[in-house]
């Protein structure tokens, strides 16, 4: 792709949606716009006819964007994928993050090579592919249909069991399974209408997060929240070995980090299913160093006095309730 200017001055993050056909995605779409808590999302669709914005939230329609009035837009992907991100990251006041909606029938792999343009990783990094499956709908896949949704499944790093109120134990049970045979570092969340917190979606550490206000209620009393700090450098070895503790249930790891290695840079830390990167930012420039990492997973999952074991290195063989130190 071409050269980007001007450019965003912090990377922005970029989410990809995808899930076969019905399985719940423009649901979480129109829930993520709604939800923004303050967040400026850009989100590229496929159609605008199916992402049903409130008419109270439309400021302006102009160029194949929608503006929105809580300041995130809504743009179309007819003229290609590249062709909308450098847009959107063009644009006088650049989003927060970028989350793209794949469609139903697209194959996720192509859209994670397009994404891998180096060019375009230096401005919009891929942060996670969330594939959303209908839990008990996928039983009923056959032939082609079920192959592009084993692909779906298999490029995640983040899966949404959405539906879980229409299907019965066994059949999510079978379809859990399935999902950690093919993509065995992802994480599995189940949901109804796509319920999730926007902080577990999005990767945001280096910037603003999700307020109260875009956690639904219900998924409020699903998820946990633990945050640590350290006002001393972390050696890269030992935070790998925290990482490498968590259980299946964390779904989502953010941070800024002092590294040891890296002590005069600001590291930023994401992390979702099997998908985990440190990105070296810029130096500290007279603010005080330290490292806060941000934690979320299901509720009655985290341990916050053994987390900050392994960080001041103890032995710990689990992070968890049942977790012992050595």
Known sequence: MKSLSPVPQHPIPVTLLTGFL????????????REAGGLRLAVLVNDFGAVNIDTELIEGTADEVIALSN?????SLTGGLLAAVSG??????????IVIEGSGVSEPLEVVRALSDPELQRYAPLDAVVT????????????DALGLALRQISAADLVLMN????????????????VAA???????IRCVNAEVPLAV?????????????SVPPSAREAFETVTIERQQPIPTQRLHDLLSSLPER???????????????ARCILQVTGKRATITIGEPWNGRQPRSQIVFIAAKGTLDRSLIESLLDNESVIKIGPEAMVA
Request: a positive charge; aromatic letters at 2%.
């Open 250 to 264: 964390v779904y989502r790891v953010k941070g800024v980090l002092q590294l040891a290695e890296r002590a005069e």
């Open 132 to 143: 959303i499956v209908d839990a008990g709908g996928i039983a009923h896949l056959d032939g």
């Open 182 to 188: 093919l993509a065995p570092g992802a994480r599995i």
């Open 88 to 97: 959107v990251l063009r644009r006088p006041e650049p989003p927060d993050a």
């Open 163 to 178: 539906k879980v109120d229409l299907a019965d134990e066994a059949a999510i049970r079978i379809a859990e399974s399935r």
């Open 22 to 33: 019905g399985a719940g995605k423009t649901t979480l779409v129109n829930r993520m716009l």
């Open 71 to 75: 300041g995130c837009i809504c743009c």
């Open 201 to 213: 979606l999005l990767g945001l550490a280096g910037g603003k997060q999700p307020g109260a206000s």
